[in-house]
């Protein structure tokens, strides 16, 4: 125990590298999702994957996981304003009418003689 009471968790470098080839997986994930259209899904499935990788990374490498109780609220606190924003971007994203590409049609170009 420290000055203070408060008992520090120690996490095995087993699970260390256990949550890193997890990121690592996800990374991967990430980069084959890129490369499958998938439509107006694309987002959703990266922003997922995202998430879940945040998740993992203040959880165990933060130490979210083994903290008190009020940083725990903290997290969840966030946790709820990250699906707030995220619900409300999707909700814009999913009402918007898609816009033909710029490469696809590009202007045609005039070309006046004095």
């Not at 899904?41 to 165990?60: E, G």
């Not at 979210?64 to 304003?81: A, D, E, M, P």
């Amino acid at each position: 125990m420290s000055e203070n009471g408060h008992q520090e968790h120690v996490v095995s470098p087993k699970l260390y590298a256990t949550i890193l080839a997890a990121l690592l997986f996800g990374t991967w994930l990430t980069v084959q999702a890129a490369k499958i259209d998938l439509g107006r899904w694309n987002i959703v499935l990266a922003l997922l994957i995202a998430t879940i990788k945040m998740s993992l990374v203040i959880l165990f490498f933060m130490h979210g996981k083994y903290s008190s109780r009020r940083t725990q609220l903290v997290i969840v606190s966030g946790f709820f304003w990250l699906a707030i924003m995220l619900g409300l971007t999707m909700t814009d994203y999913s009402t918007r009418k898609p816009e033909p590409s710029r490469s696809a049609n590009p202007p045609a170009i005039a070309i006046h003689r004095a």
